[in-house]
């Protein structure tokens, strides 16, 4: 059971730095299950599936080119994950309806993902939008 959720951990460690901060699109395909849900978003929109998350990260990479990953703590039972980790990037593009600022943000996130024959199949979240809001408009 522990080589099982260490295994866990790694596919979304892997999920984190080649996905996210490496804008790996073909490691995206093969971490995230073709059924993905995403808990995160309102249920029954185009954004609540694989493809939507697929939209999400290119948004991101757009507004955020530099955008790095640092997971801070990461704890697994069962089939879930849990990673507390931080992003930091410049704002290069237009986000929550910002223009770009050309500010060094960072801002926290909590995801919960449920992995099944090895590839994420669920997701929630909690993102500091509250703190990412604050950097981005406050001088």
Not at 4 to 24: A, D, H, S
Request: net charge negative; proline share 2%.
């Amino acid at each position: 059971m522990e080589a099982t959720l260490e295994k866990n951990k790694e596919i979304v460690k892997r999920f984190n730095y080649e996905v996210i901060q490496g804008k790996n699109e073909q490691a995206f395909h093969e971490i995230v299950h073709a059924q993905f849900v995403n808990h995160s978003v309102p249920a029954g929109t185009a954004n609540a599936g694989k493809d939507g998350v697929i939209q999400f990260l290119q948004l991101m990479w757009q507004v955020f080119p530099d955008l790095k990953v640092t997971i801070n703590m990461q704890l697994a039972e069962g089939d879930l994950v849990m990673t507390y980790k931080t992003f930091q990037g410049t704002h290069k593009g237009t986000y929550m309806g910002i223009d770009p600022t050309n500010r060094s943000v960072s801002f926290s996130t909590i995801d919960i993902i449920r992995l099944q024959n090895e590839q994420a199949i669920e997701h929630w979240s909690i993102r500091d939008n509250s703190a990412l809001w604050q950097q981005l408009t406050h001088k």
